[in-house]
């Protein structure tokens, strides 16, 4: 049974920066692509950030510049640094797994699973 746990969120001030960890468990996280997304309140939810097996990363426009994305596979953990946040940062953010190898997509249902969510919430 595949279980991605999200940790690092919190409440955070405009302009400070915060780290969210992503631990994978049950699938073969070395070979798994993984990727962020967002959801901000009443709205959809939306890519952030992508890394492939091989390290190759790609950004969405809504965070770009402001983050980076990076896997430990020694760890099973995927993470998000995130830089210089705004109040429209504020969503639940998650982690998701994409077991084949299709190469990156911004569409939420091309991930075959998805952690719980932590939230992210920036005040001004």
């Known amino acids: 049974q595949v279980q991605l746990v999200e940790s690092g969120g919190g409440l955070v001030q405009a302009g400070d920066s915060l780290r969210l960890s992503c631990v994978a468990s049950?699938?073969?996280?070395?070979?798994?692509?993984m990727a962020w997304f967002r959801q901000p309140p009443g709205k959809e939810r939306e890519f952030v950030a992508y890394?492939?097996?091989?390290?190759?990363?790609f950004y969405g426009n809504s965070m770009k510049g402001r983050i980076s994305i990076s896997r430990d596979n020694a760890k099973n953990t995927l993470s998000l640094q995130m830089n210089s946040l705004n109040v429209e940062d504020t969503a639940v953010y998650y982690c998701?797994?994409?077991?084949?190898?299709?190469?990156?997509?911004?569409?939420?249902?091309?991930?075959?699973?998805w952690g719980q969510g932590t939230q992210v919430t920036v005040s001004s």
């Open positions: 998701a797994a994409r077991r084949v190898q299709a190469g990156v997509s911004l569409w939420p249902a091309d991930y075959d699973d």
């Open positions: 049950g699938l073969a996280f070395n070979n798994t692509a």
């Open positions: 890394i492939n097996v091989h390290d190759w990363t």
